[in-house]
Every structure is written in structure tokens, then in C-alpha cells.
């Protein structure tokens, strides 16, 4: 994944929200239909 491709979002306080681990990440269109996963990680 290059520099570009990265994104960085502050995680909630709450550790419980989403534990550390791989994830994929999908976007839904208006119509409901989802994009082409994406896997990252949090740590």
C-alpha cells in the first residue's frame, strides 16, 4: 500500500468498539451495492 492509498482515523476511547486485527472494508452505493473490499488493519 503506498503513502497515497493511506488513510489514518482516530479510534474511539472505547477499546471495545473494534479490536485490533484485520478487517475488509466495503462502501454501498445508494442503490445498496457494494464496492470491492479493501483489507486494513487496526491496530
Same mark, same amino acid.
Given at each position: 500500500m503506498s503513502a497515497?492509498?493511506?488513510r489514518?482515523?482516530?479510534r474511539s476511547r472505547d477499546s !471495545? @468498539?473494534?479490536v485490533p486485527g484485520y478487517y475488509m472494508l466495503?462502501?454501498?452505493d445508494a442503490? !445498496? @451495492?457494494p464496492s470491492?473490499?479493501?483489507t486494513i488493519r487496526i491496530h
Open positions: 497515497a492509498e493511506r489514518t482515523r482516530a !471495545g @468498539v473494534a466495503f462502501a454501498v442503490n !445498496g @451495492v470491492v473490499s479493501t
